[in-house]
């Protein structure tokens, strides 16, 4: 294979700088944290990062000033940040669907001029913004009512993938800010169940569906969508005048849109060049907005676009992103590492690792790079993980004493929510888990220690932890609207350095394309059995199987 690509630049793995992180890392082999610490009094203090209102800890990492340079050399040879400048612009930084990427411009300020081919976008922006504003407004003040002229109380959001796990996510998130006096549901499965269970206890006169898809064509969302008009109808007893006060659309494609049968006055607009799985600070967002009103809405994306700037004008020994991108190579590409934990010790984050899968797997989960050549390096972690406590009594115990390097991050909040009352004298629990967890993996226990405390010698080994499991520490003051952008906007950025040094095209999804044809293919086998050319033999079986179990 050419050591070149078809640009000429070197491959990846052929750089200098990747063989003196190679030589470097095997210098450092056998080095404990313990060690680090001891050699450098000032590393807790020297390995943190302020941003916005975001304190992250990167002490108990497993790198010394040289490693943290010669990754920072490699994202300069690898022009991270020229790519970075081409997607602020508005450059089609998505090659393969000739696509412009521009998450940034939905938070840019309304004085902000981005260009796609020659147009500024901020004015549209704004514009949905202000639409989604008074809709938000109506629906909240109940100037908004349903065909029989009664209240909205229930808002159920039908989407899939980008189109669902960022309202969701962000909603599970924010919901000390939002009107308790809605019911905020999210449908995505086109498994009925989560229609079924999603409507069945709602009256239909009280309920706005909120269809989400950027493309109006994926079919578990127009399958749901279809569905549930056909709920709403039944309940009420009413013709389709009635959809005008019950469904509105947020999407790209007004014509499917009218085509569905919702009023194109209902539907909040966005663009191609919004990716799904960017897209919850668009009008795909409308949920939210209506569940935690404008202002806080305004202030999410204010925290965004605070990161967005520091991504775009820190230096790179101070930029946050560049740093925690390029400690996840550190770890997977020269340690072998194939996941990476994500544990937020705040219940109200218990989507947040879901949203960040979808998010980091779909965007790095490449094996090509953008050049259409096969990468011979490790791309993408699984990231996984859920709040804290409940991980320590599951899984933890692999991460402590397991065979494999996870390293992780630990998100918590010195306040606890206020609405928590008397509960929040939990909180110090909370957090006395959260710092002695990244302590215990860091430290571990020594065998000496465990002998200390008379612990027989057949256990000794039982109970030793090697500890050098490296963690990152995020801390804020506490969990606001604001907060919830800066992090977001922490994580995007960080898969955008990953896929800029792994020379890979982060925002399609080609992969997640062939199972959704293949599924519109297989139908007709399972509903009337006729033969599909192509399906391979295990599968012919299965359906067989299915249905015969079905009674078909
Ligand atoms: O899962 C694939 C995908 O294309 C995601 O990228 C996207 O977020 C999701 O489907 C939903 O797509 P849409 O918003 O067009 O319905």
């Known amino acids: 294979m050419s050591e070149t690509?078809?640009?000429?630049?070197?491959?990846?793995?052929?750089?200098?700088?990747?063989?003196?992180?190679?030589k470097h890392r095997d210098e450092l082999a056998g080095t404990h944290l313990r060690e680090l610490f001891a050699s450098d009094p000032e590393r807790a203090d020297r390995y943190t990062l302020q941003v916005g209102d975001l304190h992250l800890d990167y002490s108990k990492h497993l790198v010394t000033d040289e490693t943290l340079g010669l990754l920072r050399e490699l994202a300069a040879a690898t022009k991270v940040f020229d790519l970075r400048d081409e997607m602020f612009r508005g450059e089609r930084v998505n090659l393969t669907e000739n696509r412009a990427v521009l998450h940034t411009a939905l938070r840019a300020p309304q004085s902000a001029t981005i260009e796609v081919d020659g147009q500024n976008v901020v004015p549209g922006v704004h514009a949905v913004l202000y639409k989604m504003t008074v809709f938000a407004d109506?629906?909240?003040?109940?100037?908004?009512?349903?065909?029989?002229?009664?209240?909205?109380?229930n808002i159920v959001n039908i989407g899939i993938g980008g189109s669902d796990l960022g309202p969701a996510m962000a909603h599970e998130v924010l919901r000390p800010y939002t009107d308790r006096g809605l019911t905020v549901r999210f449908v995505s499965n086109v498994d009925g169940a989560d229609l079924h269970e999603s409507v069945r206890d709602l009256d239909a006169a009280e309920t706005l569906f909120i269809i989400a898809s950027k493309t109006f064509t994926t079919i578990e969302t127009i399958t749901n969508a279809t569905s549930a008009r056909q709920w709403l109808l039944g309940q009420l007893?009413?013709?389709?005048?009635?959809?005008?006060?019950?469904?509105?659309?947020?999407?790209?494609?007004?014509?499917?849109?009218?085509?569905?049968?919702?009023?194109?006055?209902?539907?909040?607009?966005?663009?191609?060049w919004v990716g799904g799985r960017y897209s919850y600070d668009s009008a795909i967002g409308l949920s939210l907005m209506v569940a935690i009103g404008p202002e806080a809405f305004r202030d999410?994306?204010?925290?965004?676009?605070?990161?967005?700037?520091?991504?775009?004008?820190?230096?790179?020994?101070?930029?946050?992103?560049?740093?925690?991108?390029?400690?996840g190579i550190w770890y997977g590409n020269f340690h072998g590492a194939q996941s990476h934990a994500v544990l937020p010790y705040s219940h109200y984050l218990s989507r947040f690792t879901a949203y960040l899968q979808q998010l980091d797997m779909e965007s790095n989960g490449k094996s090509v790079d953008r050049s259409g050549r096969p990468v011979d390096w490790q791309t993408g972690p699984i990231v996984w993980g859920t709040p804290g406590t409940n991980g320590q009594h599951a899984y933890y115990q692999l991460i402590h004493q397991g065979t494999k390097l996870i390293p992780a991050d630990f998100i918590g909040f010195a306040r606890p929510v206020a609405e928590l009352g008397p509960l929040a004298g939990q909180h110090d629990l909370l957090m006395a888990n959260f710092?002695?967890?990244?302590?215990?993996?860091?430290?571990?226990?020594?065998?000496?220690?465990?002998?200390d405390e008379g612990v027989p010698e057949e256990l000794v080994p039982h109970k030793t932890f090697r500890g050098n499991h490296p963690t990152t520490t995020i801390l804020a003051t506490e969990l606001t609207p604001s907060v919830l952008g800066q992090l977001v906007a922490l994580y995007e950025h960080k898969v955008f350095v990953q896929g800029a040094v792994w020379n890979i095209d982060s925002f399609d999804q080609w992969g997640v394309e062939l199972g959704k044809?293949?599924?519109?293919?297989?139908?007709?086998?399972?509903?009337?059995?006729?033969?599909?050319?192509?399906?391979?033999?295990?599968?012919?079986?299965?359906?067989?199987?299915?249905?015969?179990?079905?009674?078909?």
């Open 300 to 327: 999410m994306l204010a925290g965004f676009h605070l990161v967005d700037e520091h991504f775009r004008t820190a230096p790179p020994e101070r930029n946050a992103p560049l740093l925690l991108g390029l400690l």
């Open 517 to 552: 044809v293949l599924a519109k293919r297989v139908e007709p086998a399972l509903t009337e059995g006729v033969d599909v050319p192509g399906l391979d033999p295990s599968t012919t079986a299965l359906v067989a199987k299915y249905r015969e179990l079905r009674g078909r």
């Open 237 to 272: 007893g009413a013709g389709e005048e009635a959809v005008a006060k019950h469904f509105v659309a947020l999407s790209t494609n007004a014509e499917k849109v009218a085509e569905f049968g919702i009023d194109p006055q209902n539907m909040f607009e966005f663009w191609d």
């Open 138 to 153: 109506r629906i909240r003040s109940g100037e908004w009512t349903g065909h029989t002229g009664k209240r909205i109380r």
């Open 5 to 22: 690509n078809t640009q000429g630049t070197p491959r990846l793995d052929q750089r200098p700088e990747w063989h003196a992180l190679a």
């Open 435 to 451: 710092f002695a967890q990244t302590q215990a993996l860091a430290f571990g226990k020594t065998p000496e220690e465990v002998r």
